[in-house]
């Protein structure tokens, strides 16, 4: 799968956890990811994904902030969540050069979204 492009994982019950950390690697051309279910962390290969122009993360419902994983994604042009985060607070402070179209929808508990610009 070295060559895959467009990957979406989704999990068979709403309150199952996906088990991304099972992928020991993703694919290093990888383009678009759609991650639909819980999962208890960020997989620790998104830092590897800098073939990356479209990430959505549904029903995710991560308690950590998630957005250092992301935010230095080179090639980032689109990233939505939907019901993707539990906290009360987004902090996007750096990085996401290239991103275009951000959505943010369904985060019960996110009370502020701060973006500081540079």
């Known amino acids: 799968m070295i060559h895959l492009r467009d990957l979406v994982v989704k999990s068979c019950n709403r309150d199952e956890q996906a088990k991304m950390e099972a992928l020991g690697s993703a694919p290093p051309d990888l383009q678009k990811l759609g991650l639909i279910g819980k999962l208890d962390k960020v997989p620790h290969w998104f830092n590897s994904l800098d073939s990356l ?14 957005l250092p994983h992301v935010q230095a994604l080179p090639n980032l042009l689109q990233l939505q969540q939907l019901n993707a985060y539990e906290g009360e607070r987004l902090d996007f402070l750096e990085g996401f050069q290239k991103l275009k179209i951000l959505k943010i929808a369904a985060c019960p508990r996110l009370k502020e979204v701060v973006i500081t610009k540079e």
């Open 53 to 66: 122009r479209r990430l959505s993360l549904r029903g995710s419902r991560l308690r950590d902030d998630f």
